[in-house]
């Protein structure tokens, strides 16, 4: 099973400022199965962005994806205040789908 | 837009089996190539993939929970359904089902429905 690691835990930054978060595969994962999705409190979790790089419809520009192999990274250009929340990334390998841990985005 | 929609006790007692259904409006559950899962979060947890079921009806669950995991569809009523089965407060979480335009990530969830599991 593959372990996905983000890092950090927990970003505190302000509004307007440019948010980079990692997500780390225990070995290599296929850039067409990475994901990643935003969750606030109370809601079910939102689809960000797929395929490592391409945005969800209705998901603005300022959010973004990069990455392959073990490495990948989620930036938001510019943070809105409803840009606060918690993000997890996820890989689809081997019939099966795993998350990373989480990383809570939240206001210094 | 097609939507989910959780349903199913919300208090389960241990030992027992947790069952919950999915329906799934504004879209046939039979058409098109998609997987239909179930994830769910403990409270304050991340998130934990249980299972999916695929169009054709073949299913994947995750190994650490494989042994007390079926999930069906049934197509004539457009839902599927989860069953946990011999349940401990472990299994107290969130409920999820959620879909996958293929094997890849998944873009559209129910709200989540909310099991405990206590006597």
């Known amino acids: 099973e593959i372990v996905l690691t983000q890092s950090p835990g927990t970003l505190s930054l302000s509004p307007g400022e440019r948010a980079t978060l990692s997500c780390r595969a225990s070995?290599?994962?296929?850039?067409?199965?990475l994901a990643w999705y935003q969750q606030k409190p109370g809601q079910a979790p939102r689809l960000l962005i797929y395929?490592?790089?391409s945005r969800a419809t209705g998901i603005p520009d300022r959010f973004s994806g990069s990455g392959s192999g073990t490495d990948f990274t989620l930036t938001i250009s510019r943070l809105e205040p409803e840009d606060f929340a918690v993000y997890y990334c996820?890989?689809?390998?081997?019939?099966?789908?795993?998350f990373g841990q989480g990383t809570k985005v939240e206001i210094k | 837009q097609v939507q989910l929609q959780e349903s199913g006790p919300g208090l389960v007692k241990p030992s027992q089996t947790l069952s919950l259904t999915c329906t799934v409006s504004?879209?046939?559950?039979?058409?098109?190539?998609?997987?239909w899962s179930w994830i769910r979060q403990p409270a304050g947890k991340g998130l934990e993939w249980i299972g999916r079921?695929?169009?054709?009806?073949?299913?994947n669950y995750n190994p650490s929970l494989k042994s007390r995991v079926t999930i069906s569809v049934d197509t004539s009523k457009n839902q599927f359904s989860l069953k946990l089965s011999s349940v401990t407060a472990a299994d107290t979480a969130v409920y999820y089902c959620?879909?996958?335009?293929?094997?890849?990530?998944?873009?559209?969830w129910g709200q989540g429905t909310m099991v405990t599991v206590s006597s």
């Open positions: 959620a879909r996958a335009p293929g094997p890849s990530a998944f873009d559209i």
């Open positions: 504004g879209g046939s559950i039979s058409s098109g190539s998609y997987y």
């Open positions: 079921i695929y169009t054709s009806g073949s299913t």
């Open positions: 070995q290599s994962v296929s850039s067409s199965y």
């Open positions: 395929g490592a790089s």
């Open positions: 996820q890989q689809y390998g081997s019939s099966s789908w795993t």
